[in-house]
Each structure stands twice: as structure tokens, then as C-alpha cells.
């Protein structure tokens, strides 16, 4: 291998070897630990940033494969998955459809988001459309067989007057849910259109509201996905749920403290940076399963400054860079995005990326690798 790679923040000498992490573990048994997934666009296909987007299927599910084989859940069809930034409702049904029959067919866990995106964007819906969208998509997951994750809703946001809409719908859909959920509060952090979700931009109102919904049917949530980048908010939602009821941390920034936890409690996962962090995430977990949190905190810490990295502001963008990692990794052949998204990060971002990510050991094959930093480099940036 060439030992330098000259990036724009300087010289850069690529690590020899990656981490020697096999596919075939068990999957963790003290932490449910799901990585949400992106999907793979199809590098050939003739479409604009407003078409329908062009999925690379076979390519996408070799990605999910690959989180099985780590002992991963995977959670489906996420903002991850960019649901609602390039996948519309029509291509979440298919990605729906399509993985979880491949994980019937190899024992994988999946769970899978359910939203209301088949509404037109900026429309004004009422509530029973609102309603009625989630049913339609709940359905699907169910005739699927695969765990509903309700999914915060752009056009509830739109259509709710106060916390009481939030109640009423959610007291319904959970209702309708034949199997306990996942309920997801995502931050505007990662979605500007939520601002203000479960009624009130005060978070600590918004955070009763939300538990209200879980103190009222218990026994219809498995659990909630808290994606707010605050993990004092999140410990103390965690303190506060009913027996039984899970927390996931979807904090992609605090990740190792939240799931080691604390004498009153812990996290599960379900995390975006699980998608590039994959098997060592799950090597981790299973080394907290032995007790050993020391050694759990010593593989999963160093592994924050890149998460914090892709996740900075405007946050929404950090598939960009997951799936430029999955380009660099070798688990897709181009760095292509449906909706053209690849083009939402600096050339200086995504080769600090590639910087981080090598450090850690992450590329199966770190000459592949740099061979791929050196052809983005010289097709974007030139050579220095």
C-alpha cells in the first residue's frame, strides 16, 4: 500500500490492518441492539433529485446480510434509509417487502419504521388522514411479519393543534397494533419539519406528553427510540417508563455511556452509526454481556469522534456519510445516494471520514480503501 495519502487536512498515513472481526458471533444477549440501514442507489439508473428513487436491491440487502451475520438487528426503512430526504412511501413498502423476507429467510431480526409519507409533502391533512396513512402502513409491517417502530410524523406535526391530538392519535394506533411497538421521537435536530413534537417546543411538556402515551398503554410498547442528542433527557425518560418498557438510545453522540448504563438502568440501541460501526458495535456488546464494562467502554469510546463527526450540524446529513464509509468498506461499489445525496457533505468532511474511520480499523480491506479516498479525491479535489 502507498503509505500517504495527501488529504485536505494534511498527510495521512492509511493503518496496515483492520480489526480482525469475523461475521458468525451470536448477537448480544444483555443489549437488543438493532443498526438502522441505508440503502444502496442504483449508480445507472436515469433519475433526478425528485424522481422516485432507484434502488441497487441486490446490493441493499447484501448490506443488511452483512448486519445479520454480526448478530445485528436491523432496523428498516428509518431516516437512516433516507425515508423522506430521496425514499418515498412507494420505495420504503418495496425496501419493507424485500428485507423482511430476506430476514425470514436467514433468521435475522428486523423491526421497521411506520410513518405517514405517503401524504403529499407540505399538505394540510386532518387527523383521520393522518391516522389513516399510519394504519395503511402499519398493516403492511404486520402482514409482514416484522415489528412496527412508530415513526415521528411530518404531517402530524402539521395537523395537531396540542398535546391532545398527539394522545388521542397514538391512543388509537396502539390500539390498532396487534404486537407491542417501538415508539420513535426524533429530535428536529435530525428533521427540522418535527420542531415542536408532542405539542410543544418546551421539551420537558413534550417529554410528559410522550410518557403519558406509554403510561397509558404499557402494554402495547416495547419500547421507545429517543434520537435527541441528550443523555441526561434520555436517562431521565429511561427512569421513568413503566416496567418493561425499553429504552433505545437512538443518541448518536453518547452512545457507549447510555448503553453501559448505571446502577438504575441501561440502554438498548438503535442506532444509524450501528450501520458503519456494525461489527464492532456488536463485538462491544458482547463483551458487556460478560460483565466486562471496562472493556465494553474500551472498544465502543474511541469510536465517538467519528459518530460525532458524521452527526455534526446540519445533522440530517449524516447518511452521506455512512454511506460513503459503506463505498470505502466495500460493501457498495460506487458512492451514489437516491435524491443526490452524496453531494450534502464537503469533500474536507468525508475525507476526516475516511481519517477517523481507518484509525479504528473499520475497512475490511484498508488498501481498497484508500485506493477509493484517492479517486474521490482526484475526481473532486485534485491531487496536492
Known amino acids: 500500500m502507498t503509505t500517504v495519502i495527501h488529504l485536505p487536512q494534511g498527510p495521512y498515513t492509511p493503518r496496515a490492518t483492520p480489526l480482525d472481526l469475523a461475521p458468525g458471533a451470536a448477537a448480544p444477549t444483555s443489549r437488543t441492539v438493532f443498526s438502522a440501514a441505508h440503502v444502496v442507489a442504483d449508480p445507472y439508473a436515469d433519475a433526478g433529485p425528485d424522481d422516485p428513487a432507484a434502488v441497487d436491491w441486490e446490493s441493499t440487502l447484501a448490506f443488511r446480510r452483512h448486519l445479520w451475520a454480526h448478530g445485528l438487528g436491523v432496523a428498516e426503512a428509518m431516516d437512516t434509509a433516507?425515508?423522506?430526504?430521496?425514499?418515498?412511501?412507494?420505495?420504503?413498502?418495496?425496501?419493507?417487502?424485500?428485507?423482511?423476507?430476506?430476514?425470514?429467510?436467514?433468521?435475522?431480526?428486523?423491526?421497521?419504521?411506520?410513518?405517514?409519507?405517503?401524504?403529499?409533502?407540505?399538505?394540510?391533512?386532518?387527523?383521520?388522514?393522518?391516522?389513516?396513512?399510519?394504519?395503511?402502513?402499519?398493516?403492511?409491517?404486520?402482514?409482514?411479519?416484522?415489528?412496527?417502530?412508530?415513526?415521528?410524523?411530518?404531517?402530524?406535526?402539521?395537523?395537531?393543534?396540542?398535546?391532545?391530538?398527539?394522545?388521542?392519535?397514538?391512543?388509537?394506533?396502539?390500539?390498532?397494533?396487534?404486537?407491542?411497538?417501538?415508539?420513535?421521537?426524533?429530535?428536529?435536530?435530525?428533521?427540522?419539519?418535527?420542531?415542536?413534537?408532542?405539542?410543544?417546543?418546551?421539551?420537558?411538556?413534550?417529554?410528559?406528553?410522550?410518557?403519558?402515551?406509554?403510561?397509558?398503554?404499557?402494554?402495547?410498547?416495547?419500547?421507545?427510540?429517543?434520537?435527541?442528542?441528550?443523555?441526561?433527557?434520555?436517562?431521565d425518560v429511561r427512569r421513568r417508563l413503566p416496567g418493561g418498557v425499553r429504552c433505545y438510545t437512538g443518541d448518536d453522540f453518547n452512545y457507549p455511556e447510555l448503553i453501559a448504563g448505571d446502577e438504575r438502568g441501561f440502554s438498548h440501541a438503535l442506532l444509524g452509526i450501528f450501520d458503519p460501526l456494525g461489527p464492532l458495535a456488536a463485538h462491544a456488546v458482547r463483551v458487556l454481556d460478560t460483565g466486562d464494562t471496562e472493556g465494553f467502554r474500551a472498544l465502543l469510546d474511541p469510536t465517538v469522534e467519528l459518530s460525532r463527526h458524521l452527526f455534526r450540524r446540519p445533522t440530517r446529513f449524516y447518511k452521506t456519510g455512512v454511506v460513503f464509509l459503506a463505498w470505502l468498506a466495500g460493501h457498495q461499489d460506487h458512492f451514489t445516494m437516491v435524491g443526490g445525496l452524496h453531494s450534502a457533505r464537503s469533500l474536507p468532511h468525508l475525507a476526516k471520514a475516511y481519517e477517523l474511520a481507518d484509525g479504528l480499523g473499520l475497512f475490511p480491506d484498508p488498501e481498497l480503501a484508500a485506493h477509493r479516498m484517492r479517486a474521490l479525491l482526484a475526481v473532486n479535489g485534485g491531487t496536492r
Open 82 to 235: 433516507q425515508r423522506g430526504m430521496g425514499l418515498d412511501w412507494a420505495g420504503a413498502a418495496e425496501l419493507i417487502r424485500r428485507s423482511a423476507a430476506e430476514a425470514k429467510a436467514v433468521g435475522g431480526r428486523i423491526a421497521c419504521g411506520v410513518g405517514t409519507d405517503q401524504l403529499p409533502e407540505g399538505s394540510a391533512p386532518t387527523l383521520a388522514e393522518v391516522t389513516a396513512a399510519y394504519e395503511e402502513q402499519l398493516a403492511l409491517a404486520e402482514q409482514h411479519g416484522v415489528q412496527p417502530i412508530l415513526m415521528a410524523s411530518r404531517a402530524l406535526a402539521r395537523a395537531a393543534r396540542g398535546p391532545e391530538d398527539y394522545l388521542a392519535t397514538y391512543a388509537h394506533l396502539l390500539r390498532q397494533a396487534s404486537e407491542p411497538v417501538i415508539l420513535h421521537w426524533l429530535g428536529p435536530m435530525f428533521d427540522p419539519a418535527l420542531e415542536g413534537y408532542w405539542g410543544s417546543a418546551d421539551l420537558d411538556e413534550a417529554t410528559d406528553t410522550f410518557l403519558k402515551v406509554i403510561a397509558e398503554h404499557p402494554d402495547k410498547v416495547d419500547g421507545i427510540k429517543i434520537s435527541l442528542l441528550d443523555a441526561a433527557r434520555e436517562i
